[in-house]
């Protein structure tokens, strides 16, 4: 679909049975496409359902709006977290997420599922589910990767603080003497020259040439330097006065090789683990996404019953605006059901100014609208 023109929001409609049913739909289809096509749109079947008193429908409208927002933000919270999951190709989100464009208009076109079969109660426990699941193996996700990250932030970094397991080898040590030790010490790249001249005067006992470079970083580079233990606090201290950078490390291949199995731990644990959680979020999106339309669906059938009376007399119908014209089609439509509503006139005139994009639910029309706000994405 042409992104410049396709809205990813859709307005859910409904308006009364003229004629026929089928009128009411052939004439808002000719309305909104005859000279400029103003929206793309296919009927939208809600299957009859028992009507209760009126009492019962306006505790049901108020019941069915609070269950809407409660759906909605679990549909975002899964799509959202996809896009968390996926991480460096956000572009996929869109193609594992059943919202987009076209799908999401099947979907709301082909609401087979009998409404009456579907209370509320079992709508909302079943995201509800959805909406417990998706924290629990968000969260331990979240666990898993934020360990992973931390044990390659201490593989990274500078060479004052990262760590160095994966650089230093046996060879680079004098081990197991009673009376030499090595210490490893990071010197400026600008200072090198000074710690070559320097090194071995720095204390008494230092082992002439015994420093090597082991590795470097942009700044820096690792040496090694062996000298006598009862001198390391001199050496030390002296180091420090040059910018020569003792650092804290004792040697041992068991620690070493237990950070290392961790980390191919954690990260062979991700991997186990990003399969499944994409696929859970795919289904999972798509249940929460139906249960979504549904409840649209049951808002539709409960406010046009409430405003267009007894029997049930009314076309549902599913439209996907045209960005560029949402205020023409805001007219177009106005202009086709003013006369349900006397008291319409005076407020609709008020806000035939305001920009289609920024219509809230709770404006009012003569005929029945709910948005389904597909962008379900906050990209940051």
């Known amino acids: ?39 793309t749109n296919s009927k939208f079947n809600i299957p009859d359902l028992k009507v209760g008193t009126l009492d019962v429908l306006v505790g049901l409208s108020d019941e069915l709006a609070k269950l809407d927002a409660f759906v909605e933000s679990v549909v975002k919270k899964v799509a959202q977290y996809m896009a968390d999951v996926l991480e460096d190709s956000k572009d996929k989100v869109q193609e594992n997420l059943l919202a987009n464009g076209g799908k999401a208009l099947t979907i709301c076109a082909s609401l087979k599922v ?42 990274a970094g500078s060479l004052l603080t990262r760590s160095l397991a994966d650089i230093v080898k046996k060879e680079d040590f004098v081990l197991d003497s009673e009376y030499l030790v090595t210490l490893l010490v990071i010197v400026p790249k600008l200072s090198y020259n000074d710690w070559v001249k320097q ?38 201290h002296k ?35 990003f399969g499944p959680l994409v696929r859970w979020l795919k289904v ?34 599913l439209l996907q605006p045209n960005k560029k014209t949402m205020k023409k089609l805001r007219e177009v439509l106005y202009d086709l059901y003013k006369h349900l509503d006397s008291s319409a006139a005076a407020i609709i005139d008020a806000t035939m100014d305001i920009p289609g994009l920024n219509l809230s639910q709770q404006e009012y029309y003569p005929y029945v609208y709910y948005k389904i706000d597909c962008n379900l994405l906050e990209f940051k």
Request: hydrophobic share 40%; proline share 2%.
């Open 239 to 273: 180091a420090r006065e040059y910018k020569f950078m003792v650092r804290d490390f004792q040697y041992n291949e068991e620690e070493m090789k237990a950070d290392k199995e961790e980390m191919n731990r954690l990260s062979t644990d991700k991997k186990k683990q």
């Open 284 to 317: 999972n999106f798509s249940e929460a996404f139906i249960a979504w339309i549904h409840v649209k669906a049951l808002r539709v059938f409960v406010e046009s019953v409430l405003r267009y009376g007894l029997p049930v007399n009314f076309q549902a119908m």
């Open 114 to 155: 009998s409404l009456d079969t579907i209370p509320f109660l079992f709508i909302f426990k079943g995201v509800n589910q959805i909406d417990n699941d998706l924290k629990a193996r968000a969260s331990a996700y979240n666990n898993l990767k934020g360990n992973l990250q931390n044990l390659e932030r201490k593989n």
């Open 1 to 39: 679909q042409d992104k410049d023109t396709k809205m990813t929001e859709f307005w859910l409609i409904s308006a009364p049975g003229e004629k026929t049913c089928q009128q009411t739909w052939e004439k808002l289809h000719a309305a909104t496409t005859k000279n400029n096509n103003l929206s």
């Open 199 to 236: 090194y071995e005067t720095l204390a008494e006992m230092v082992v002439p040439r015994s420093s090597n470079v082991l590795f470097e970083d942009q700044d820096s580079y690792l040496c090694n330097v062996t000298l006598f233990r009862k001198a390391v606090d001199d050496f030390k």
